[in-house]
């Protein structure tokens, strides 16, 4: 038979793995199923051979079965004849995988992924930040156990994968895996344990599986080899008011924001005017994204005069008269009139757009550029940008793109490390020193006063007048 006539061997990119998808010849409605055939790593071309001896072992079981994927041997009583009136869960597309025992640790990541897509996003229909955790968590499940039966997995193996996360591993495509944290392993042993729970309640694997992993407690502090990382620290006002001047404009107006007011980096990162009511003396800023929308929590958050004149630095506005449009501090715009014509000003941000952003950062910059240079620009060099460029800035900052930008800085001018997160503390440990711990409590959005402990550290100064007074 010719080759061409076969299901081709492929590499799917995503797990690095060698696939074939088979059609069954007299399926109504037309099936098809995946078989994972191994590693194959990304530097090489042509397929390892372990990759080709299955394969061909696959294809000639299929081919002897008549193409028809429930009599094949490796298969036979697994292929179910599909139920005429049963709707598939979005997240479970692979219907030939719900037999428990026949699927292997790779089709259940593969479809639990799927299903998390789905599942872990937010209001706006975008991905949160735990589609990430769950990648870097089932990352070592993949690596070590994706050919393995899923129904075989269980607290030997969870606990021998846990060893290599607390010293840490080679991958053959990421490179070196640092070894975790305490902290991060439990975190990241939680999402194997929560796949395979999905899975169960799928029939991707017998409940005795999702069990047997319960068995396995949590890493316990001083019990176990996996280091230790400190509590977070409230960072001195002063290093963050050195730092800020040597960090992008947009940048440093996050971090000011995020000082004067307690928010979480996500919230100062995405603020819009349209989520801000700016009626009062008082601003009032609710996201409709942040940590605790999930559980059906509002969140509210006063904006004082200090974070407001932050955000007035940073709305576009436009002279009526002149037409000149820009931010405030880049063209020179005083107490929202024009230098020039001397007129009110009149707001033109985009009330869905993000006041921090990357694209503007980028603009402003390219102008100041304009601004400096002494020699007279070439018709040619212009306009030097490319019409189908592969990266261009986002809607908004990220989390991590301010913690990147904060350790550049440090480190070019000799500073003390610290991390955006850090701002929060400092804000809380500040009300909390001047107003107590309710209030504390209030600014920052927590239920309960315990949780407001870990942000607002005790006041040592006060302990100390107490012991001279009393002790």
Not at 75 to 84: D, E, F
Not at 290 to 301: D, E, L, P
Not at 413 to 426: D, E, G, I, K, Y
Not at 432 to 439: K, M, S, T, V
Request: net charge positive.
């Amino acid at each position: 038979m010719p080759r061409s006539s076969l299901p081709q061997l492929r590499r799917h990119k995503g797990t690095g793995q060698g696939l074939v998808r088979l059609p069954d010849a007299n399926a109504s409605p037309p099936r098809a199923r995946d078989f994972w055939l191994g590693v194959w790593p990304e530097s090489q071309e042509q397929p390892p051979p372990t990759v080709r001896q299955k394969y061909d072992s696959v294809i000639a079981e299929w081919l002897a079965a008549g193409r028809e994927l429930a009599r094949m041997p490796s298969l036979a009583g697994k292929i179910q004849p599909p139920v005429a009136d049963a709707t598939p869960s979005r997240g479970v597309a692979r219907s030939p995988q719900k037999e428990g025992s026949g699927s292997t640790v790779l089709e259940v990541i593969a479809a639990y992924v799927e299903h998390a897509q789905a599942y872990y996003v937010d209001p706006e229909g975008k991905p949160t930040s735990e589609m990430k955790e769950i990648v870097l968590s089932l990352r070592p499940l993949r690596f070590f156990h994706a050919e393995e039966p899923a129904d075989a997995f269980g607290p030997l193996k969870l606990k021998r994968l846990r060893e290599h996360l607390i010293t840490g591993y080679e991958h053959s495509r990421y490179g070196p895996q640092p070894a975790l944290c305490r902290k991060l392993i439990n975190r990241r042993v939680d999402v194997i344990k929560r796949m395979f729970k999905w899975a169960a309640s799928e029939e991707l694997v017998p409940p005795s599986v999702y069990h047997g992993l319960q068995a396995v407690a949590g890493l316990r502090r001083g019990r176990s080899a996996a280091r230790e990382t400190g509590p977070v620290l409230p960072v001195e006002v002063d290093l963050v008011e050195r730092t800020l001047p040597h960090l992008p404009p947009h940048v440093a107006g996050i971090l000011e924001l995020m000082l004067h007011t307690g928010m979480r980096p996500g919230e100062a990162c995405r603020i819009r005017l349209a989520e801000i009511d700016r009626s009062g003396e008082v601003w009032l800023y609710r996201p409709s994204r942040h940590k605790t929308a999930h559980h059906g929590h509002a969140r509210v958050i006063a904006v004082g005069p200090k974070a407001q004149s932050v955000l007035r630095r940073f709305i576009r506005v436009q002279c009526p008269h002149c037409g000149a449009a820009g931010r405030p501090e880049i063209l020179g715009f005083v107490e929202g009139r024009c230098p020039q014509c001397a007129v009110p000003t009149v707001e033109v941000h985009p009330s869905s757009e993000a006041v921090f952003s990357p694209w503007w950062q980028r603009e402003e910059r390219y102008l100041e550029m304009r601004r400096a240079r002494k020699t007279k620009v070439q018709p040619s060099q212009e306009n030097r940008r490319k019409e189908d460029a592969q990266r261009l800035p986002g809607e908004s900052f990220t989390p991590s793109a301010l913690g990147h930008s904060i350790r550049v800085a440090c480190k070019r001018h000799h500073l003390s490390l610290w991390h955006p997160n850090q701002l929060r503390h400092t804000h809380a440990t500040l009300v909390r020193r001047a107003f107590g711990l309710e209030a504390a409590q209030v600014v920052l959005g927590h239920s309960k006063a315990d949780i407001t402990q870990v942000y607002a550290e005790r006041d040592e100064a006060l302990a100390a007048s107490v012991a001279l007074k009393m002790g």
